[in-house]
């Protein structure tokens, strides 16, 4: 790399951290878009140490839901998590039966046990699971959700909604509420 | 990372911690009263517990609204977002900014293009205990805008609010130890029980770090304008102190026996203060000096430990792995998933603590795994080929072999017998240097657990390694190979932290900022990861299997194996 763009990047770069590290505006709702997502067909384990296909875990006419996280992540994941807790909470038994995937960014760390061990904090129960896997597979995974990122440490609060109804999976980018999450599955569910 | 992109990492990190302009240290004014003062200021003790675990004075989980919904306990700790000394991160877009002392009662002044606009309306006023108190419970700012959505909306009694604003008053008031205006003291601790050979080894490279260091702080200092200075100030962010603080590095060696050890490292700390432990040696466990560690607050980069503690809670010691355990672990992942295991593994361990240890990551990750314990057949060193005899009498079909010193000699016995079992497992952290020499005969039968990259994979010793050691590795040897990689490693580490600080030199975040590292690819691991609470920066293992001859040529049977 010729010095003069190195040292365009590097200032470039100086400039975009300085202003984030303004605090961020609030935001009323989070950023929703509809992704062109094709599963890939790896083979992760869960936190029960099984092998599972992803493919085969999410039924096309039923709603799924998808998030990326690491256990020992203390800013997001930990708030996306509660998302998946509230939904299940607030959708009573239908809230059991909806597959919820988190998905491990750390998956070095993030044992079967220690992912058992997480569902557990978010009092998860029914259908929701915690993937881990190999890290190459894992990146299969988040590239084919448009949602890789360099390092773990600079991954984005995203939730992913694969709804029946549009037949696509709907990308939700921010921090989710409740009222919101619900509403998407709402519509995911019923045309 | 290719060995170019990685060398690129490594220069960049040491290029940085390299530039002048301003020195300024992080001595900041106490608000109210040093962290010290938790010990008997009860308000404290309580604002400290709030702000890390999100536990009440009433014992129960406190609760907050996030976005509406309700949150409690753990995942509202404050520490969470703002990490455990108030400084703040950053965690791909999401911002939790400082609130330590020096930030939250100070006024946050307005910027362009990076720079504080001096006169004129600040963007948000310092906090009062009255705003603050406001901000915590309705997410509205001393300036009256709302916070981030991230931002919980507490639900705090009285008191308990009153004891995090008091808490928030000192946070990080204090500057740590061992940082001066021009310099950051370090220590490495080693024992006299080590061999002088593996201690030289550790301190030659940790020397090396200290004098690249200090040369091109050097540098610097009288040639601050040139190109690589500017580069410096650019990275850093206008914190360019550290670019021309210098490192000293103490050895406090360990003598005697290991109970004393506690009184010797506090003799240590007293006499020649030092604001961190980087890298370290000691025969046996590391327990003795991660426990000292913990008790003053002392972080630790990657000691050379092969038997860490990373058991035992705590949070200032951060090793490279779990030691030899982590290849008994390993061995068990290979054989869960091992489509040849028929019959379950025979277990021979030979006395003492490493074999005990691989024994114990492998017993671990194999119930974990849903499998029976497997009880081992103990070996002594004495009429050791006796003992081999009888337990080959059950003839073993798959052999997990917990032995140093004693290897070549079982597995040349094994060789000539009939019972020879079809596959036999060994840690290679047991082996030392004698992993080269082991028989010929047993390496198509024999299955070896190796915690590093793959030989074929390594950086060539030009990439920087090469100068951390006394003598090429052909000489210096695998073993110390690899001490000299976990002090390189370590400075690695330490000079990203130094830069991270952004000169708030306290060590809690010190230890913030290495959990929030990205992943590092030195010589020696595959990767190194990190993340806040985590104690093990590389978790897995490879089983491979070494081809004829003495030099470090190795197939390998597995992937990465983490579990």
């Known amino acids: 790399m010729a010095a003069k763009t190195l040292w365009r990047s590097l200032t470039m770069t100086a400039t975009l951290c300085a202003a984030l590290l303004l605090p961020l505006p609030a935001r009323a709702a989070p950023a929703r878009s509809v992704s062109p997502v094709t599963l890939p067909n790896v083979t992760l384990v869960n936190q029960d140490g099984q092998r599972v296909q992803l493919p085969t875990l999410v039924d096309p006419a039923k709603p799924a839901l998808v998030q990326f996280v690491f256990t020992t992540c203390q800013a997001i994941c930990p708030v996306l998590a509660t998302s998946f807790a509230n939904l299940q909470k607030s959708l009573g038994k239908a809230g059991e039966q909806t597959t919820l995937l988190s998905v491990s960014l750390d998956p070095d760390n993030d044992t079967p046990k220690i992912g058992r061990a997480w569902l557990k904090r978010f009092h998860a129960h029914g259908n929701w699971q915690f993937l881990t896997g190999s890290l190459a597979d894992v990146t299969q995974v ?43 599955y709402r519509q995911a569910v019923a045309p | 990372m290719t060995g170019r992109a990685w060398t690129t990492a490594a220069v960049m990190a040491l290029l940085a911690g390299c530039s002048p302009r301003q020195t300024t240290t992080a001595a900041v004014t106490p608000v109210v009263a040093p962290q010290a003062a938790t010990a008997v200021n009860p308000a404290l003790a309580l604002g400290k517990q709030l702000y890390r675990t999100g536990i009440g004075a009433s014992g129960q989980p406190v609760k907050a609204r996030i976005k509406g919904d309700l ?229 630790t980069l990657l ?73 081992p057949v103990q070996l002594t060193a004495d009429g050791l080929a006796a003992q081999v005899d009888r337990a080959l ?89 690899r001490i000299a990689s976990m002090a390189y490693a370590a400075g690695l580490v330490l000079n990203n932290a130094l830069m991270e600080v952004r000169s708030k030199y306290t060590r809690d975040h010190l230890m913030d900022v290495v959990g929030m590292q990205k992943d590092l690819q030195p010589p020696s691991w595959p990767r190194l990861s990190f993340g806040p609470g985590q104690r093990l920066a590389s978790k897995g293992c490879y089983i491979v299997q070494m081809a004829a001859g003495t030099s470090l040529k190795l197939e390998a049977k597995s992937a990465w194996l983490t579990h």
Request: include cysteine.
């Open chain 2, 393 to 481: 009498a059950a003839k073993p079909q798959t052999l997990l072999l917990w032995s140093g010193t004693e290897t070549a000699a079982i597995l040349t016995q094994l060789a000539a017998h009939p019972n020879r079992p079809e596959r036999v497992f060994i840690a290679s952290g047991l082996q030392g240097d004698a992993l080269l020499t082991l028989p010929e005969t047993a390496r198509p039968w024999l299955y070896v657990a190796w915690p590093w990259r793959l030989p074929e994979k390594e950086p060539p010793l030009a990439a920087g390694i090469g100068t951390w050691m006394a003598a090429p590795p052909a000489q210096v040897g695998e073993r110390r190979y």
């Open chain 2, 303 to 375: 000691p050379f430990a092969e038997l860490p503690d990373a058991a035992t809670p705590g949070w200032y010691t951060l090793y490279a792995s779990d030691g030899v355990a982590q290849e008994g672990a390993g061995i068990a992942h290979f054989l869960l998933g091992d489509a040849l295991l028929t019959q379950p593994p025979a277990v021979w361990q030979l006395e003492g603590e490493l074999p005990a240890a691989v024994q114990r990551g492998f017993a671990s990750a194999w119930q974990d795994g849903g499998k029976p314990a497997v009880a």
């Open chain 2, 71 to 299: 949150a409690e306990g753990a995942a509202i700790a404050c520490a969470n977002c703002h990490l455990r000394s108030g400084f703040g991160a950053q965690e791909g877009a999401q911002v939790a900014p400082p609130i330590a002392a020096d930030t939250l009662f100070q006024p946050v002044k307005l910027k362009f293009h990076g720079v504080e606009v001096q006169n004129g309306a600040p963007r948000r006023p310092a906090y009062t205990p009255q705003t603050l108190l406001t901000a915590l419970r309705t997410g509205v700012d001393a300036a009256g805008k709302p916070l981030a959505d991230g931002m919980p909306r507490f639900e705090l009694t009285d008191a308990e609010a009153a004891a995090l604003v008091a808490y928030l008053q000192s946070l990080s008031a204090e500057a740590s130890p061992g940082v001066e205006a021009k310099s950051v003291h370090l220590a490495t601790v080693v024992s006299d029980d080590v061999p002088a050979a593996d201690r030289e080894a550790m301190l030659f490279a940790l020397r090396k770090l200290v004098a690249l260091k200090n040369g091109q702080a050097e540098l610097y200092d009288v040639n601050p304008h040139d190109r690589s200075a500017r580069m410096a100030n650019v990275m850093l962010e206008g914190a360019t102190d550290v670019a021309s603080k210098r490192l000293s590095l103490a050895v406090w060696a360990l003598h005697g026996p290991r109970a004393s050890w506690p009184q010797q490292l506090a003799a240590y700390a007293k006499a020649e203060p030092v604001f961190a432990l980087v890298g370290g040696i000691v025969a046996g466990s590391w327990q003795p000096v991660a426990a000292f560690a913990e008790e003053e607050g002392l972080p």
């Open chain 1, 142 to 184: 988040t590239k084919a959700f448009q949602a890789f990122t360099e390092d773990k440490m600079t991954h984005a609060p995203l939730t992913f909604l694969w709804s029946p109804h549009e037949k696509a999976w709907v990308r939700l980018s921010g921090f989710v509420s409740n009222a919101e999450l619900l509403a998407e």
